[in-house]
């Protein structure tokens, strides 16, 4: 048993010492629902959570996480931070919430994320709850989930685990019926092993393709991507999103494990806090501050895009509509 492994997660409202507290979202309603306990009246919110977890079991060469470690002391505070965010979302029986945790390392290591995919799967005003992981780990404990509402983003890292490990891990996960997308970073060196996987994936697995970072396809690398992921075009560039509405920021928020609230991840300007009920009331329509978006997590939200129609029913775990 890991050294933070600690008992259960109680779902319930926060504790009394907290601050006074989808993929379709509908507008959120601002001011009036702000404050603690269930919403008045309830809105449709999808929640990015990332906590303070930045460890990592993996090795890439294209990550500032690879083979970190976390303290014990960092393990604790980031279970805590879970606890209390888990706690918040289960208490919101007013609002529909889909919800996705978006570690800088890998969670699924930790019992205390599979505890909370797990439990909050089966609250019934959670439509999603995902995570996106490395699949490194067990994935047993998913036999426990709801599967109607549990979903996983898993990325295939080349030269981490051997290819028919990750293979089998995703063909079990179908056969139990756990739904799931499996992506690579679309280096070019990852290209043999991409279209091995699209061979030997089930075919109801959708393999995305993430455009790698800082680099520039030519029409015909881009073109054999393509063979491998339909949608990868999405992905090659950038998208434009400077003065562009998003619904970041209104039916759309970023929480980090203090409860600070963000529209997403990329935009540094808080909104609020979670647990004082602060956030509710900067809930609005927004426009996108910065030049571009080239993140799925975010360009996913932009409303100029049609991608809440390409991904209806699986926004959050990267699973195209009709897939
Ligand atoms: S699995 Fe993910 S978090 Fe871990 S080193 Fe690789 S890219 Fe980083
Ligand atoms: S377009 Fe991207 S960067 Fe801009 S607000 Fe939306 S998610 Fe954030």
Redesign the pocket.
């Known amino acids: 048993m890991n050294a933070v492994d600690l008992p259960p997660i109680a779902l319930g409202p926060p504790p009394a010492t907290d601050r006074p507290a989808a993929d379709c979202p509908a507008p959120a309603r601002p001011a009036a629902e702000a404050g603690q306990g269930p919403a008045a009246t309830g809105i449709d919110l999808t929640v990015l959570y990332r906590g303070p977890l930045a460890s990592c079991d993996y090795d890439c060469p294209y990550c500032p996480f690879a083979k970190r470690r976390d303290s014990t002391e960092q393990l604790r505070a980031d279970r805590a931070a879970l606890e209390r965010f888990t706690g918040w979302a289960a208490s919101r029986t007013g609002d529909r919430l889909s919800l996705l945790f978006t570690p800088w390392g890998e969670g699924l290591v930790r019992s205390w994320y599979r505890r909370a995919l797990t439990e909050l799967s089966h609250l019934p005003h959670i439509r999603r709850v995902a995570i996106q992981t490395n699949l490194g780990g067990r994935t047993a404990w998913t036999a426990e989930a709801d599967l109607d509402t549990l979903a996983l983003w898993c990325t295939y890292h080349p030269g981490q685990t051997p290819f028919e490990r990750f293979v089998a891990k995703s063909r079990r996960l179908a056969a139990e019926g756990v739904r799931h997308s499996v992506g690579v970073v679309g280096l070019p060196e990852h290209l043999d092993a991409a279209r091995r996987l699209r061979t030997e994936l089930p075919e109801q697995v959708y393999l995305w393709i993430n455009a790698a970072e800082g680099h520039q396809y030519t029409d015909a690398e881009a073109a054999e991507w393509a063979a491998v992921d339909p949608l990868f075009s999405w992905s090659r560039h950038a998208?434009p999103?400077a003065g562009?509405p998003?619904?970041?920021?209104e039916s759309v928020i970023s929480v980090d494990g203090d409860g600070t609230v963000r529209?997403?991840?990329?935009?540094r300007e808080e909104l609020g806090n979670l647990y004082d009920g602060s956030y509710r009331a900067a809930l609005r329509p927004?426009t996108?501050?910065?030049q571009v978006?080239d993140?799925h997590?975010?360009?996913v939200?932009?409303e100029t895009l049609p991608l809440y129609d390409v991904f209806a029913g699986g926004v959050l775990e990267r699973i195209p509509a009709g897939w």
């Open positions: 998208h999103s562009r998003c619904r970041t920021g529209r997403c991840h990329f935009v927004r996108c501050p910065s978006c993140c997590i975010g360009y939200h932009l």
